[in-house]
C-alpha cells in the first residue's frame, strides 16, 4: 500500500508543479529521435532519454534519472514542438527538477549559482551596485515618468565583459533612432527564466515578486529586453503572475525604427554572414524573420543560411541552465553549430542572444576555428555600421 500512495503523491506533485500535460504521451518516441542530444557522442548522448523521462514522471517514480541525465535538457523546444500529443514536455522537466531542488538537493554544479542568486538577486553572483557599469559613457537616462521604455539588460549582458558589449551596441543603435527609454539598474532581479527552468521555484517566485513590485512602483509599462530569455519569461512566467507589460525584443524595436525610417546604417561591414536562430527567439517567440530582415539591412553584409534554421534549427545548449553546465569537448551542440556555419561559407555566425553568443564562441574557440569563423551578436554588426 504504502509504495503506491508515494507514487501518487509524486505524481500529484509533479501536476502542481506544472506537469499537467504529463498523462497525454502515448510513447511514440518522437521527442526523443529529435532532440540534439542524438546528434552527440559521449555517456550523457548515449543516456539522455526524454520519452523515458515522460514515462518515469507518469509513475510518479521518485529519482527519475540520474543527475546528470535530468538536468542535461536545454529546454531547446524542439521536441515539444514536434510532439503529436502536444505534450508540454519542458514543464514536466522543469517540475522533475524540481522535486529535487525543492527538496534541498540541486547538483553540485548549480549550487553556487543559485546562492550567488539568492544572495545578490543575480546567477552570476555581481554585486547589485556594478549592475549599471555597462553603460558607462552612453547617458542612459534613469526609468522614470519621462521615459517611454524600460530597457531590461540580461544579467549575463550586465556582468560578463563580452556580454556588456552587446548590450552596449543594443543602447547605441536605440539612441540612434531616438527611442525614449531608461534603465534601473541595482534594484532590478534576474528574470529567472534559467533558475524556474533548473527547478528552484522558490527562488524564481522570489526574484518574480521583487520584479513586479519594483516595475510598479516606477510606473513600467513597457519593456525592451537585450536577451530573448527575459522576453519568454516576462511574457510568460511573469504573464501567470498577473504581469500586463507590453515585452519585446530588442530587434523587434530596431525593426519598427528601419521602416519608420527613424535609423539609418551609413557604415558597412563587408562579411558573409549566418544567423544562428536562437532557441527562445524563433521555436519559443516566433521570431524568425525580424533578425534576418535586420541583417539584410546591414550594407557590405552576404548573408548565408545554416543547414538547420528557423524552427528546424539547433540549439547552442545555453537554455535551461545548461550555460553553467561543463560539457567535454567533442560532445557539445555548439560545436555542430560552428561546423554548419563555417560549411555554409561564413566567415561571421551571429545570432540575437547573450546566451547564444557565450556558448557559440565556447565551442570555436574550442574546436580553434576563430580564424576563420567569428561569433558576433546580430547588434553589434548593425552598431559597427553606424
Ligand atoms: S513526442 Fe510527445 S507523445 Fe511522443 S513520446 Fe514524446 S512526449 Fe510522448
Ligand atoms: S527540449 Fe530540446 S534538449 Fe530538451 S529534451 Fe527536448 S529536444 Fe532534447
Known sequence: MEPKSILLEMREYLMEMGAETLDRCMHCGLCAGICPWRLVPGQTGEQFNIRRMQRMGQLGIEGFEEENILFACSTCGMCQNNCPRGVKIIGNVRAMRASIVGGGMPPASLRPILGGTHANGNPWSGPREKRSQWQ????IPAFGPDTEYFLFVCCHSCYDPRGQKIARSIARLLQKGGVSFG??????????????????EELFQKLAAANMELFAARGVKKIIT????????????YAELGAEWEVVHYTEILSRLFAEGKLALPGK???KVAYHDPCYL?????VYETPR???????????RELARSHGQSLCCAGGGGRIWAEVPMGERFGELRITEAVDAGAQVLTTACPFCVNMLTDACTSMDKQDVLEIKELSEILAECL
Open 282 to 286: 524563433g521555436r519559443h517567440s516566433g
Open 183 to 200: 534603465t534601473i539598474g541595482p534594484e532590478e532581479s534576474c528574470c529567472g527564466e534559467s533558475i524556474r527552468k533548473v527547478g528552484d
Open 136 to 139: 558607462e559613457g552612453l547617458d
Open 226 to 237: 537585450t536577451s530573448p530569455h527575459c522576453l519568454w519569461s516576462f511574457k510568460n512566467d
Open 269 to 271: 561591414v563587408e562579411a
Open 293 to 303: 530582415e535586420l541583417l539584410g539591412r546591414a550594407p557590405g553584409v552576404e548573408t
